[in-house]
């Protein structure tokens, strides 16, 4: 039987197979949904369609169609709205005390929602509480809609309104595997060998390493202990975890491992480079391009800027413009949530019907087969009267 190392089972998680893409391939399928949203912003925004009528009135409706895509979001302004939600969930979290993973899992869900999904059909105010409210479900956090819905003020159904639609979204997906427990079995190795639990030669090699560079992140200084070391490296990459990793496309373009090696990198490179040296020697197979790999992620890590997510009041100007071109048939998610339950829907009605009819023929066949049910034996007192 081969022996799969953690490279090998992770390219059979769905998050390899569905969730990680190329650069070329994520821009472009953001691309192609924001396109498809604008061509449908065409048609209910009451614009006439290119080339219709006469020459004259080809070039009107040309004028009218530049005005609508004028008038609706960019793609960056998508994605930048998209972000500042991000950096909700993440404000949201703090406030409930939530553990990180419930974090990292619904800025998950909200990023990959939006892949093939725009803000102008679902605008992501509304999606973000129901996003947060499922990533607790799925990281078993115990709160009841009912408190999570009054501690945003936010009405229970409006919640779960587009949940099924999420869920279809994610392909019914809900894992996220995250880079914080590698962060810290790292720690925990290298507090290892920095309290001599380990080897004392790979103790005297850590002893004897450079103090991390002006650039590092990390706040140790030299006067302080190996140990000290270790934990100031982990608290600087732990901090990257949770706000650049989680705002910028680390999780859709890099593996967990890559984000937390970067981490590290940005941390403290002298020491990442000797935790690897044993683990990654220059003879392996791909080292060199798993090293520019990691230095590929840190940049990217090292390029967020805080400054750069939207303000409140640049959120609201954006989210008042989507409101003014947004798609009016998902304006109501409370009530397409409600017809579909009822099967009142043009698509999922009729698939609704479908299961009834495929319910209705099973149960005639069983019946075909065993028998009609047992009927309830008539009493005593029934039969005597």
Same mark, same amino acid.
């Given at each position: 039987?081969?022996?799969?190392?953690?490279?090998?089972?992770?390219?059979t998680?769905?998050?390899?197979?569905?969730?990680?893409?190329?650069?070329?391939?994520?821009?472009?399928?953001r691309?192609?949904?924001?396109?498809?949203?604008i #061509?449908?912003?065409?048609?209910?925004?009451?614009?006439?369609?290119?080339?219709?009528?006469? /020459?004259?009135?080809s070039?009107?409706?040309?004028?009218?169609?530049?005005? !609508?895509?004028?008038?609706c979001?960019?793609?960056?302004? #998508?994605?930048?709205?998209?972000?500042?939600?991000?950096?909700?969930?993440?404000q949201?979290?703090?406030?409930?005390?939530?553990?990180?993973?419930?974090?990292?899992?619904?800025?998950?869900?909200?990023?990959?929602?939006?892949?093939?999904?725009?803000?102008?059909? &679902?605008?992501?105010?509304?999606? &973000?509480?129901?996003?947060?409210?499922?990533?607790s479900?799925?990281?078993?956090?115990?709160?009841?809609l009912?408190?999570?819905?009054? @501690?945003?003020?936010?009405?229970?159904?409006?919640?779960?309104?587009?949940? &099924?639609k999420? !869920?279809?979204?994610l392909?019914?997906?809900?894992?996220?595997r995250?880079?914080?427990?590698?962060?810290?079995?790292?720690?925990?190795?290298?507090?290892?060998?920095?309290?001599g639990?380990?080897?004392?030669? +790979?103790? $005297?090699?850590?002893?004897?390493l450079?103090?991390?560079?002006?650039?590092?992140?990390?706040?140790w200084?030299?006067s302080?202990? +190996?140990s000290?070391?270790?934990?100031?490296?982990?608290?600087?990459?732990?901090?990257?975890?949770?706000?650049?990793?989680?705002?910028t496309?680390?999780?859709?373009?890099?593996t967990?491992?890559? !984000?937390? +090696?970067?981490?590290?990198?940005?941390? %403290?490179?002298p020491?990442?480079?000797?935790?690897?040296?044993?683990?990654?020697?220059?003879?392996?197979?791909?080292?060199?391009?798993?090293l520019?790999?990691?230095?590929?992620?840190?940049?990217?890590?090292? /390029?967020?800027n805080?400054?750069?997510?939207?303000? $409140? %009041?640049?959120?609201? #100007?954006?989210?008042?413009?989507?409101e003014?071109?947004? %798609?009016?048939?998902?304006?109501?998610?409370?009530?397409?949530?409600?017809?579909a339950k @009822?099967?009142?829907?043009?698509?999922?009605?009729?698939?609704?019907? @479908?299961?009834?009819?495929e319910? #209705?023929a099973?149960?005639?066949?069983?019946e075909?087969?065993?028998?009609? /049910? +047992?009927? $309830?034996?008539?009493?005593?007192?029934?039969v005597?009267?």
């Amino acid at each position: 039987m081969p022996h799969l190392n953690e490279d090998d089972l992770y390219r059979t998680s769905t998050q390899y197979r569905l969730w990680n893409f190329s650069p070329e391939a994520l821009a472009s399928l953001r691309a192609a949904t924001h396109d498809a949203a604008i #061509e449908r912003a065409k048609s209910y925004l009451g614009h006439p369609k290119k080339g219709s009528g006469q /020459s004259g009135a080809s070039k009107g409706a040309q004028k009218d169609e530049h005005d !609508i895509e004028k008038q609706c979001l960019t793609l960056q302004e #998508e994605t930048r709205l998209v972000q500042r939600y991000c950096d909700q969930i993440r404000q949201t979290c703090d406030h409930f005390k939530w553990p990180v993973n419930v974090r990292a899992t619904a800025v998950q869900y909200l990023k990959r929602f939006y892949l093939t999904n725009s803000c102008l059909t &679902y605008p992501p105010k509304e999606i &973000y509480k129901s996003v947060l409210f499922l990533a607790s479900k799925t990281e078993a956090i115990h709160m009841t809609l009912g408190e999570f819905a009054r @501690r945003i003020k936010t009405a229970p159904e409006q919640i779960l309104a587009p949940e &099924y639609k999420i !869920i279809q979204a994610l392909r019914f997906t809900l894992d996220v595997r995250q880079p914080f427990r590698g962060l810290k079995g790292a720690l925990m190795e290298l507090l290892n060998i920095a309290e001599g639990q380990s080897t004392t030669d +790979l103790r $005297k090699e850590m002893s004897k390493l450079a103090a991390p560079p002006p650039s590092a992140l990390t706040s140790w200084k030299p006067s302080q202990s +190996l140990s000290d070391r270790a934990q100031a490296a982990y608290t600087a990459a732990r901090h990257l975890l949770d706000a650049p990793a989680l705002l910028t496309d680390a999780y859709l373009l890099y593996t967990p491992p890559q !984000i937390y +090696l970067a981490a590290l990198r940005l941390s %403290d490179p002298p020491l990442l480079d000797f935790y690897l040296a044993p683990k990654l020697p220059p003879s392996a197979p791909n080292s060199a391009k798993i090293l520019a790999t990691i230095t590929s992620c840190a940049a990217m890590l090292a /390029s967020h800027n805080v400054k750069d997510v939207l303000s $409140k %009041d640049e959120r609201a #100007e954006l989210d008042d413009r989507l409101e003014a071109c947004r %798609d009016p048939d998902t304006r109501d998610m409370v009530g397409l949530n409600a017809k579909a339950k @009822r099967g009142d829907g043009d698509e999922d009605g009729e698939k609704a019907k @479908r299961r009834k009819l495929e319910r #209705e023929a099973s149960a005639k066949e069983g019946e075909d087969l065993f028998g009609p /049910s +047992l009927t $309830k034996p008539v009493g005593r007192a029934e039969v005597d009267a």
